[in-house]
Every structure is written in C-alpha cells, then in structure tokens.
Nanobody, 123 residues
Framework: QVQLAESGGGLVQAGGSLRLSCAGS????????MGWFRQAPGKEREFVAS????????YYTRSVRDRFNISRDMSQNMVTLQMNSLKPEDTAVYYC????????????????WGQGTQVTVSS
C-alpha cells in the first residue's frame, strides 16, 4: 500500500529542537509536493511547511518561519522537518503529507497523509 510514515516526535523543552522524518513507500513521490501539517488539541489542522517537486522553494506558515526547516532527500521519497527554538504552542500532532500538485497551504491538495507523530513542547 501507499503510505507515509512519520517518526521523530517526542517531548522537548521550550527552546529545544526536534527533527521529524517522513518515509514514503508504495510509490515514488519524486513528482509530488510534500510537506507537513499539524493539529493541536481543540484546534483545526494547520499548514506548517511544504516543498514542491519541480521547484526548490520552501513555504512556511508565519508562526514557524525562521525556526523550522523542511527538506527532501535524494530519493525524493522522504521529507524532514527540522524544528528549532521550539515553543509550547508548537505542541501538536504533526502529519506528513504528499500531493500531485505544486506545494500549497491547502489540506485539500494533499491526498496522502501519514498517521501523525506527537510533538510536545514543555515550558
């Protein structure tokens, strides 16, 4: 089956760092946009960051800009999210996503979703 599997979540103190990884399987995602969404308790799922497949631009939501970095490995089937200077408000379940269109901030453009990995940032 086609799937995305996240890893790297955990508990970290404010100001610390975590690195999330996402491995795709079942198909090649080399021609797909890939990215990350997150959902905090009681809140709507929100866009975090994404990368397209045909251009190098990375896109970030304003709340993580200059703190997070998204990248893809040579296989084009993996995406990572380096999270630095973490804040308690970053606490959420983080979802890896992939879609056939250019990188966007809309969840409707991504048809493959991982199961999510929990990130908890303590004060």
């Amino acid at each position: 089956q086609v799937q995305l599997a996240e890893s790297g979540g955990g508990l970290v103190q404010a100001g610390g760092s975590l690195r999330l990884s996402c491995a795709g399987s079942g198909r090649s995602f080399s021609d797909y946009a890939m990215g990350w969404f997150r959902q905090a308790p009681g809140k709507e799922r929100e866009f975090v960051a994404s990368l397209g497949w045909y251009e190098g631009s990375a896109y970030y939501t304003r709340s993580v800009r200059d703190r997070f970095n998204i990248s893809r490995d040579m296989s084009q089937n993996m995406v990572t999210l380096q999270m630095n200077s973490l804040k308690p408000e970053d606490t959420a379940v983080y979802y890896c996503v992939a879609g056939p269109l250019i990188a966007t901030t809309s969840r409707w453009d991504y048809n493959y979703w991982g199961q999510g990995t929990q990130v908890t940032v303590s004060s």
